[in-house]
């Protein structure tokens, strides 16, 4: 079993930067997929990024491309969250979550995890 803890959120002006961190333990980082999802009050936990077990393949969601970048260290089991030119439409709590699989295609729904961190906020204010 693995557990994570995100880190990193906090308050921040629009237009600007946060780099979130999900570290694990437990299990190696190395052969799950990783994943990061939000959460806005009143709305459904809606998919962000993910990245492949190898880190060579990324996915993001249309409202985020260009802007968030996600990649891994497997060598430190973080996975990290890259946000610039932040929104107050980004505000929200973001959990990571992993799933143990080397499958390299695109892994958007929160049902395809089966591990889940507890969440860090993220306000912009406007």
């Known amino acids: 079993q693995v557990q994570l803890v995100e880190s990193g959120g906090g308050l921040v002006q629009a237009g600007g930067s946060l780099r979130l961190s999900c570290a694990a333990s437990?299990?190696?980082?190395?052969?799950?997929?990783m994943g990061w999802f939000r959460q806005a009050p009143g709305k459904e936990r809606e998919f962000v990024a993910q990245i492949t077990t190898s880190g060579r393949t990324t996915y993001y969601a249309d409202s985020v491309k260009g802007r968030f970048t996600i990649s891994r260290d497997n060598a430190k089991n973080t996975v990290y969250l890259h946000m610039n030119s932040l929104k107050p439409e980004d505000t929200a709590v973001y959990y990571c979550?992993?799933?143990?699989?080397?499958?390299?295609?695109?892994?958007?729904?929160?049902?395809?995890?089966?591990?889940w961190g507890q969440g860090t906020q993220v306000t912009v204010s406007s």
């Open positions: 979550a992993a799933e143990r699989t080397y499958r390299t295609t695109m892994l958007a729904t929160q049902f395809e995890y089966d591990y």
């Open positions: 437990g299990r190696t980082l190395s052969s799950y997929a």
